[in-house]
């Protein structure tokens, strides 16, 4: 066989083949069914890894239930409120005087989504917090009550209970399950906008929660425990980043942010003044450490870091 034929032969060889892969025609989509609007999110196995809305090294868990979508919404029921996660307080700047009473409620702003990191963590209302399960964390509504979250661009709708007090970031409304922003389609990107509407089951007796569709772990909490011991009122300059009027409340909110400033875990404590019970960052030996802890405080909250001296 000459050398010309050869080629001839080899380039029939390759025309062939690329052929056959371009002829194969792609595999039939169902269209959705008749009367179904909102399509269902990707699996949750296919998504990347993706912080929570911004949380530093949160994400999902390594095994979710097989069936995401399958999860019932919360069901609005009337419970009496906490007796003390409706307070008012103040986180990283900020004052906050929560509602105690069930109002119409709309407001449309950015939604994240917290994981891993914060499962089986304890919640304002004691509870444990289960990134399978349908809550949402906000800072006025109502603990417990009732909240439909929607995307408009998607049109997905979902219904969780508050239980938590957050996000305090400035440009977040609120802060959703892990499986709550899956079914609204905001997983994979971290954060979505959204619209909030608060839920009144007034007037009408919802049926108990529906149990979970498939069987997992739930989060434990250990037996209540003890007070922490607070830490004296001593000298020295802080970072002053909230006040509650409760001290469960302050414990929990030093708790979630040592994990946001996991570098800062150590300094941070909760002091009884003035009546309040003071989460802060300190002591710090002089005024230009002090300053330099609240302006990396600032860089990893965007809040306006306060320092004090005592």
Same mark, same amino acid.
């Given at each position: 066989?000459?050398?010309?034929?050869?080629?001839?032969?080899?380039?029939?060889?390759?025309?062939?083949?690329?052929?056959?892969?371009?002829?194969?025609?792609?595999? /039939?989509?169902?269209?959705?069914?008749?009367?179904?609007?909102?399509?269902?999110?990707?699996?949750?196995?296919?998504?990347?890894?993706?912080?929570?809305?911004? #949380?530093?090294?949160?994400?999902?868990?390594?095994?979710?239930?097989?069936?995401?979508?399958?999860?019932?919404?919360?069901?609005?029921?009337?419970?009496?409120?906490?007796?003390?996660?409706?307070?008012?307080?103040?986180?990283?700047?900020?004052?906050?005087?929560?509602?105690?009473?069930?109002?119409?409620?709309?407001?449309?702003?950015?939604?994240?989504?917290?994981?891993?990191?914060? +499962?089986?963590?304890?919640?304002?209302?004691?509870?444990?917090?289960?990134?399978?399960?349908?809550?949402?964390?906000?800072?006025?509504?109502?603990?417990?009550?009732?909240?439909?979250?929607?995307?408009?661009?998607?049109?997905?709708?979902?219904?969780?209970?508050?239980?938590?007090?957050?996000?305090? +970031?400035?440009?977040?409304?609120?802060?959703?399950?892990?499986?709550?922003?899956?079914?609204?389609?905001?997983?994979?990107?971290?954060?979505?906008?959204?619209?909030?509407?608060?839920?009144? /089951?007034?007037?009408?007796?919802?049926?108990?929660?529906?149990?979970?569709?498939?069987?997992?772990?739930?989060?434990?909490?250990?037996?209540?425990?003890?007070?922490?011991?607070?830490?004296?009122?001593?000298?020295?300059?802080?970072?002053?980043?909230?006040?509650?009027?409760?001290?469960?409340?302050?414990?929990?909110?030093?708790?979630?942010?040592?994990?946001?400033?996991? +570098?800062?875990?150590?300094?941070?404590?909760?002091?009884?003044?003035?009546?309040?019970?003071?989460?802060?960052?300190?002591? #710090?030996?002089?005024?230009?450490?002090?300053?330099?802890?609240?302006?990396?405080?600032?860089?990893?909250?965007?809040?306006?870091?306060?320092?004090?001296?005592?």
């Amino acid at each position: 066989m000459t050398k010309r034929n050869r080629l001839v032969l080899l380039a029939s060889a390759v025309a062939l083949a690329l052929g056959g892969c371009s002829s194969v025609p792609p595999a /039939p989509v169902a269209g959705p069914s008749e009367g179904v609007t909102t399509p269902k999110a990707p699996a949750p196995q296919r998504l990347p890894m993706k912080f929570g809305g911004g #949380y530093k090294d949160d994400g999902p868990g390594d095994n979710p239930p097989p069936d995401l979508e399958a999860i019932p919404d919360a069901v609005p029921r009337i419970e009496p409120l906490h007796r003390f996660a409706n307070r008012p307080y103040s986180a990283l700047g900020q004052s906050y005087t929560p509602d105690t009473e069930l109002k119409s409620y709309k407001e449309n702003g950015l939604s994240s989504w917290y994981g891993r990191r914060y +499962h089986g963590q304890r919640t304002s209302s004691g509870e444990s917090y289960d990134m399978y399960g349908m809550t949402a964390a906000h800072r006025t509504l109502p603990i417990p009550s009732y909240a439909r979250v929607t995307n408009p661009a998607t049109n997905r709708s979902v219904v969780v209970r508050i239980n938590d007090r957050g996000p305090f +970031h400035p440009d977040r409304l609120i802060d959703v399950s892990y499986t709550a922003a899956y079914k609204l389609g905001i997983l994979q990107g971290g954060s979505g906008r959204v619209t909030v509407e608060s839920l009144d /089951p007034r007037g009408q007796i919802a049926p108990p929660p529906l149990q979970p569709v498939a069987a997992r772990p739930k989060p434990e909490l250990p037996p209540s425990a003890p007070p922490v011991a607070l830490a004296p009122e001593g000298g020295g300059m802080f970072v002053q980043l909230g006040a509650f009027s409760v001290q469960d409340n302050a414990e929990q909110f030093r708790g979630k942010l040592k994990i946001e400033l996991a +570098h800062l875990a150590e300094k941070l404590q909760v002091t009884a003044a003035d009546g309040l019970f003071k989460v802060r960052a300190g002591p #710090y030996a002089s005024q230009a450490e002090a300053n330099l802890a609240a302006s990396d405080i600032r860089k990893a909250l965007n809040i306006n870091a306060v320092v004090i001296s005592r």
